[in-house]
């Protein structure tokens, strides 16, 4: 089963899944299950997340919804932990430096056109080399700070809601 964070919809069921199918079931994308990703979740999650609320935000505004869903899925695509990358190497902030890394493994994997090579390249903005020049850039900009927000609270809130249900049962 195939599920964004916040979402109940079976992924695999929907159009969205065939933009991406072919990133989702590669063997270098499956990689980032290993490698943990804003605390509670691995990076794969991440970008699955990322993939679908773009898609569905550029979709609704009618722009390239498939480019920012196969972008999605693409602009965290790098293979080292963020911590051990902080304490060995001072000279570029990983920030700024792993949307260059993202499209440079995505373009050896898959052909991007513009648009996807933009999304992933500059969805750090402000922090990256200028700021998007279209307009599904801007969308994952802010999709993918909602997306880590979403990732941070879903544990907290699924906690505390076991507890008030144990409240209940209870009482």
């Known amino acids: 089963m195939l599920h964004a964070i916040g979402s109940r919809k079976e992924l695999t069921e929907l159009e969205y899944?065939?933009?991406?199918s072919d990133i989702?079931?590669?063997?270098?994308?499956?990689?980032?299950?290993?490698?943990?990703?804003h605390i509670s979740t691995n990076r794969y999650q991440h970008c699955v997340n990322v993939?679908?609320?773009?898609?569905?935000?550029?979709?609704?505004?009618?722009l390239d919804a498939s480019s920012a869903a196969r972008a999605g899925m693409l602009h965290d695509l790098y293979y080292y932990d963020t911590k051990a990358y902080r304490r060995s190497n001072c000279e570029r902030s990983h920030a700024k430096n792993h949307p260059d890394v993202a499209v440079n493994?995505?373009?050896?994997?898959?052909?991007?056109?513009?648009?996807?090579?933009?999304?992933?390249?500059?969805?750090?903005?402000p922090l990256t080399k200028g700021r998007p020049h279209s307009?599904?850039?801007?969308?994952?900009?802010?999709v993918d700070k909602?997306?880590?927000?979403?990732?941070?609270?879903?544990p907290k809130m699924r906690t505390a809601v076991q507890k008030m249900r144990r409240k209940k049962r209870v009482a």
């Open 24 to 37: 989702l079931e590669n063997d270098m994308v499956k990689e980032l299950k290993n490698y943990r990703h």
């Open 51 to 62: 993939s679908y609320y773009n898609y569905l935000v550029c979709r609704f505004l009618h």
């Open 105 to 125: 493994n995505a373009g050896e994997l898959f052909s991007l056109n513009s648009t996807e090579e933009d999304i992933i390249t500059r969805h750090m903005w």
């Open 135 to 142: 307009k599904e850039g801007y969308v994952i900009v802010v």
């Open 17 to 20: 899944y065939d933009l991406v």
């Open 146 to 154: 909602y997306c880590a927000a979403l990732e941070l609270i879903a």
